[in-house]
């Protein structure tokens, strides 16, 4: 898909201050937002940035979009929302505090898909919705997958049901996680294949991002934030410090220039 929007950046992130920026190749930090803005972070296929923000006046989440830019629209039509992914083309998932599953575009326009109980992580990558939740009514919640392909979601408990603490959906539709020991781990879509996502991040891995380019947030941190560690596969194939830091990392589905 091209670079275009948000994607022609490789990374954005929220740093201390709350506040968003995107990271460009050559680790240029360009806030674009205000400090105290942003909660969390995602981004669509297109490169349509979306936010879950606070609102000053009454404490509640609000969801915006933008393209890139600094910019930022307010999506009216949702509400209650806690979670959040992209989705295709400028459209995006959110989760609600009230348990209804829904999707929205830049228009407004979406719908309450169906509700699930106890949602702990979501997102989604190259046509697969992932969740953490329970697979019986009162259950552990657990990793489950589906495809996007109409109603109704035929979600599938990943085996061995784990409970990964953190998510991440790449283009190709398979998850990576994070562990109870803090180490990335990968579940791809055919419900069955397991392992570790990469070295120089066991027992270290907060959180991670992973859509065209693998981003990590570390445990390390200091009062600028917690250290963002890249994945390579060149010279070991292992992370490496990506040369910022942040407070929640976002990658994108920039893809390098082919140079010749």
Same mark, same amino acid.
């Given at each position: 898909?091209?670079?275009?929007?948000?994607?022609?950046?490789?990374?954005?992130?929220?740093?201390?201050?709350?506040?968003?920026?995107?990271?460009?190749?050559?680790?240029?930090?360009f806030?674009?937002?205000?400090?105290?803005?942003?909660?969390?972070?995602?981004?669509?296929?297109?490169g349509?940035?979306?936010?879950?923000?606070?609102?000053?006046?009454?404490?509640?989440?609000?969801?915006?979009?933008?393209?890139?830019?600094?910019?930022?629209?307010?999506?009216?039509?949702?509400?209650?929302?806690?979670?959040?992914?992209?989705?295709?083309?400028?459209?995006?998932?959110?989760?609600?505090?009230?348990?209804?599953?829904c999707?929205?575009?830049?228009t407004?326009?979406?719908?309450?898909?169906?509700?699930i109980?106890?949602?702990?992580?979501?997102?989604?990558?190259?046509?697969?919705?992932?969740?953490?939740?329970?697979?019986?009514?009162?259950?552990i919640?657990?990793?489950q997958?589906?495809?996007?392909?109409?109603?109704?979601?035929?979600?599938?408990?990943?085996?061995?049901?784990?409970?990964?603490?953190?998510?991440?959906?790449?283009?190709?539709?398979?998850?990576?996680?994070?562990?109870?020991?803090?180490?990335?781990? $990968? $579940?791809?879509?055919?419900?069955?294949?397991?392992?570790?996502?990469g070295?120089?991040?066991?027992?270290?891995?907060?959180?991670?991002?992973?859509?065209?380019t $693998?981003?990590?947030?570390?445990?390390?941190?200091?009062?600028?934030?917690?250290?963002?560690?890249?994945?390579?596969?060149?010279?070991?194939?292992?992370?490496?410090?990506a040369?910022?830091?942040?407070?929640?990392?976002?990658?994108?589905?920039?893809?390098?220039?082919?140079?010749?």
């Amino acid at each position: 898909m091209p670079n275009t929007y948000g994607n022609i950046y490789p990374a954005w992130g929220i740093n201390t201050q709350n506040q968003v920026f995107a990271v460009d190749t050559g680790n240029a930090i360009f806030p674009m937002s205000d400090e105290n803005f942003a909660e969390v972070i995602a981004i669509s296929e297109s490169g349509v940035i979306w936010v879950l923000s606070t609102d000053p006046d009454t404490g509640g989440a609000l969801l915006y979009w933008g393209i890139g830019d600094g910019n930022w629209n307010p999506a009216t039509t949702a509400s209650g929302a806690i979670f959040l992914s992209g989705f295709v083309g400028n459209q995006a998932w959110y989760y609600t505090e009230d348990g209804a599953l829904c999707t929205i575009d830049i228009t407004g326009e979406g719908e309450v898909i169906g509700k699930i109980a106890d949602v702990q992580q979501m997102d989604y990558g190259g046509g697969y919705l992932w969740l953490v939740f329970p697979s019986t009514d009162g259950g552990i919640p657990c990793l489950q997958f589906s495809p996007i392909n109409g109603a109704p979601f035929a979600w599938k408990p990943f085996v061995g049901f784990p409970e990964p603490s953190c998510i991440t959906v790449n283009y190709t539709g398979n998850c990576y996680g994070i562990d109870g020991s803090f180490s990335p781990m $990968y $579940y791809l879509n055919d419900g069955v294949s397991t392992g570790s996502a990469g070295d120089g991040a066991n027992g270290s891995a907060l959180e991670i991002s992973f859509k065209n380019t $693998y981003f990590l947030l570390s445990t390390n941190a200091d009062k600028n934030g917690n250290d963002v560690l890249m994945y390579q596969d060149t010279a070991g194939s292992s992370f490496v410090s990506a040369g910022f830091q942040a407070i929640q990392v976002l990658g994108t589905y920039y893809v390098a220039p082919i140079t010749q």
